[in-house]
């Protein structure tokens, strides 16, 4: 098992910054991806960006709304992986998920069905 928790969410106006970070721990080497996905008020949850690894090598993910305003990235020593979030919008509201996955296809999907091990979440709030 993978325990996450998500830490650093708040409210910040628009234009602001946030970074929010996915503590990991138990079997963190059993995991190969790690994603943020997050849900807003009535709406579905959503792939907002991953990173997955193998071997030597990283790739990140991003969808279309945060591209170039959100940066993940990773801290092996710590176990953890930070959500660094610019350029704040409201539409960026919602409840952010960390999640953690067995294979390292996990990040090119982009589906939450592809996770295996979930964080319980934490508030974005952007003010206009």
């Known amino acids: 098992q993978v325990q996450l928790v998500e830490s650093g969410g708040g409210l910040v106006q628009a234009g602001g910054s946030l970074r929010l970070s996915c503590a990991a721990s138990?079997?963190?080497?059993?995991?190969?991806?790690m994603g943020w996905f997050r849900q807003a008020l009535g709406k579905e949850r959503e792939f907002v960006t991953a990173?997955?690894?193998?071997?030597?090598?990283?790739?990140?993910y991003y969808a279309d709304s945060v591209k170039g305003r959100f940066t993940i990235s990773r801290d092996n020593a710590k176990n953890t992986v930070y959500l660094q979030m610019n350029s704040l919008k409201p539409e960026d509201t919602a409840v952010y998920f960390c999640?953690?996955?067995?294979?390292?296809?996990?990040?090119?999907?982009?589906?939450?069905?592809?996770?295996?091990?979930w964080g319980q979440g934490t508030q974005v709030t952007v003010s206009s």
């Open positions: 138990g079997r963190t080497f059993s995991t190969a991806s």
């Open positions: 999640a953690a996955g067995r294979s390292y296809s996990s990040g090119s999907d982009r589906s939450s069905n592809s996770y295996n091990y």
């Open positions: 990173i997955s690894w193998i071997g030597g090598s990283t790739y990140t």
